[in-house]
């Protein structure tokens, strides 16, 4: 799935001129960041009662939402032809680009923080309803 939002990520990013991410920065730049550093006290609330730890509940909350999803969405208006949709698709690819920016270069540290191991022990016990190691199998 990740290098399928990598190849759309990367095809939709030739529809921007960097001259209209400059244009949209001082915008950009707040909005991305609330949703940084601010959303992901939404993803704690939604995982309050989940079987996973606080430490992994916070790694999932830093990782946040996948960029291509947005983007797709605010190509819509590009094919719609509306008023001003180049500015829409421009701060959506810059909230988009800086969250990768700033948030998947930070995953290796905030793991170490966390002390969260890069993957579990194969004879690990899952502590969800399935092993999502074992796909073969239906859930129980």
């Known amino acids: 799935a990740w290098l399928v939002q990598v190849t759309i990520f990367l095809m939709l990013g030739v529809q921007v001129f960097p001259s209209g991410l400059v ?17 992901p006290a939404s993803v704690h609330t939604a995982l309050a009662f989940s079987p996973i730890s606080l430490r992994e509940q916070t790694l999932v909350a830093w ?13 819509f208006p590009l094919v719609a032809r509306i008023e001003k949709a180049d500015m829409i698709f421009h701060l959506m690819f810059f909230i988009a680009f800086t969250s990768v ?6 995953i290796p540290l905030l793991t170490r923080a966390l002390k969260i191991k890069a993957s579990p022990s194969k004879n690990a016990k899952s502590r969800l309803p399935f092993d999502p190691r074992e796909t073969d199998k239906p859930p129980r």
Do not use: H, Y
């Open 63 to 75: 990782t946040g939402l996948r960029e291509a999803v947005p983007i797709i969405l605010a190509a």
């Open 23 to 39: 244009l949209i920065a001082w915008v950009g730049l707040p909005i991305s960041s609330f949703l940084i550093f601010v959303a």
């Open 101 to 106: 920016v700033m948030q998947d270069t930070a």
